[in-house]
């Protein structure tokens, strides 16, 4: 390459010389024929520029519109939670004064006895069903049967789901599971280290509820049913008069009665209610709060008696 740089640079030179002292309109056709031999490289340079900078354009486009989705995404999440929030401390509100509109007239000595009942939660893991197997063909227990080492039958020979706590952690049928602060389930039988549960679409779950309507000045508490399952994804409410007030968005919660909790236990929501002309009672469906596919840990609502209230003195 360097040999080849001296001897251009010399025609070079003489050229631009030669242009210098040489008349017009041969500089001009000179001129002409130089751009003319540029003009392609000259477009595909603009061309490639002006690429590069729609390129980055786009770019930089798609990334502020996936940024956008992803801030609009969170803040819909945000809002829905904030929501719920708002809606279970109003409930929790209504609750309170319900409570003290009738304690308020009971004798002192009743208002200050403690609870008769007290619930506390306990953190379960779902067995999956691989796991689930082994434990019920006893592929998992260091010892036979014959050193007294088995788990209770009823639970071995149920197809339901399996959690890892059963009568070690104080569990009894009925008590309730739990996703957050919304009922999933109940607990249906208890061995002695594990338990099985029902999902409130199974068929033979049933439960108390109350249905919560939104008013101009709240929530207010409407009727009282029964939440079955039926095998299918939306579950039915039964025991709701003709004569009581449902409507469809109404929210489902767990009837006090059922003492799980002071905080509200939500069911789902109504996405169906009719009414016939000779029916007695309204034919409701309610959509139960989803349930992930790959459930891994819940909440366990136990029961139990207060100890404080049997000892209490009266």
Same mark, same amino acid.
């Given at each position: 390459?360097?040999?080849?740089?001296?001897?251009?640079?010399? $025609?070079?030179?003489?050229?631009? $010389?030669?242009?210098?002292?040489?008349?017009?309109?041969?500089?001009?056709?000179?001129?002409?024929?130089?751009?003319?031999?540029?003009?392609?490289?000259?477009?595909?340079?603009?061309?490639?520029?002006?690429? $590069?900078?729609?390129?980055?354009?786009?770019?930089?486009?798609?990334?502020?519109?996936?940024?956008?989705?992803?801030?609009?995404?969170?803040?819909?999440?945000?809002?829905?939670?904030?929501?719920?929030?708002?809606?279970?401390?109003?409930?929790?509100?209504?609750?309170?004064?319900?409570?003290?509109?009738?304690?308020?007239?009971?004798?002192?000595?009743?208002?200050?006895?403690?609870?008769?009942?007290?619930?506390?939660?306990?953190?379960?893991?779902?067995?999956?069903?691989?796991?689930?197997?082994?434990?019920?063909?006893?592929?998992?227990?260091?010892?036979?049967?014959?050193?007294?080492?088995?788990?209770?039958?009823?639970?071995?020979?149920?197809?339901?789901?399996?959690?890892? $706590?059963?009568?070690?952690?104080?569990?009894?049928?009925?008590?309730?599971?739990?996703?957050?602060?919304?009922?999933?389930?109940?607990?249906?039988?208890?061995?002695?280290?594990?338990?099985?549960?029902?999902?409130?679409?199974?068929?033979?779950?049933?439960?108390?509820?109350?249905?919560?309507?939104?008013?101009?000045?709240?929530?207010?508490?409407?009727?009282?049913?029964?939440?079955?399952?039926?095998?299918?994804?939306?579950?039915?409410?039964?025991?709701?008069?003709?004569?009581?007030?449902?409507?469809?968005?109404?929210?489902?919660?767990?009837?006090?009665?059922?003492?799980?909790?002071?905080?509200?236990?939500?069911?789902?929501?109504?996405?169906?209610?009719?009414?016939?002309?000779?029916?007695?009672?309204?034919?409701?469906?309610?959509?139960?709060?989803?349930?992930?596919?790959?459930?891994?840990?819940?909440?366990?609502?136990?029961?139990?008696?207060?100890?404080?209230?049997?000892?209490?003195?009266?």
């Amino acid at each position: 390459m360097s040999s080849m740089s001296g001897p251009l640079t010399c $025609v070079l030179v003489l050229v631009g $010389v030669g242009l210098h002292f040489a008349p017009e309109n041969v500089v001009t056709r000179v001129r002409a024929v130089v751009a003319d031999s540029l003009r392609p490289g000259q477009l595909a340079a603009r061309e490639v520029t002006e690429f $590069v900078r729609g390129n980055n354009s786009s770019m930089k486009s798609a990334k502020s519109d996936r940024a956008h989705r992803t801030e609009v995404d969170r803040l819909r999440d945000q809002l829905q939670e904030e929501q719920t929030r708002t809606a279970a401390l109003q409930i929790r509100l209504a609750q309170l004064a319900d409570h003290n509109s009738r304690t308020d007239s009971l004798p002192e000595t009743i208002r200050t006895l403690p609870p008769l009942v007290t619930s506390s939660l306990i953190d379960a893991a779902v067995l999956g069903d691989a796991v689930a197997e082994k434990w019920r063909k006893g592929k998992l227990l260091d010892r036979g049967q014959t050193s007294g080492v088995k788990e209770t039958e009823l639970v071995v020979k149920s197809n339901h789901a399996l959690v890892d $706590v059963g009568r070690d952690g104080d569990l009894s049928p009925e008590d309730g599971v739990l996703l957050g602060r919304c009922v999933i389930g109940k607990v249906e039988r208890v061995g002695r280290w594990t338990s099985t549960f029902l999902l409130l679409t199974d068929s033979g779950y049933r439960g108390r509820a109350q249905l919560v309507h939104q008013a101009d000045s709240g929530y207010v508490f409407g009727a009282k049913g029964i939440l079955e399952g039926q095998g299918e994804p939306l579950c039915r409410l039964k025991g709701i008069a003709s004569s009581d007030s449902v409507t469809v968005g109404d929210a489902v919660y767990a009837a006090m009665r059922e003492g799980l909790s002071s905080t509200p236990l939500y069911y789902g929501r109504v996405v169906e209610a009719s009414l016939g002309p000779s029916d007695s009672e309204w034919k409701v469906l309610v959509e139960p709060v989803p349930v992930p596919s790959d459930l891994q840990s819940v909440q366990i609502m136990r029961t139990a008696v207060n100890n404080e209230r049997l000892t209490a003195e009266r």
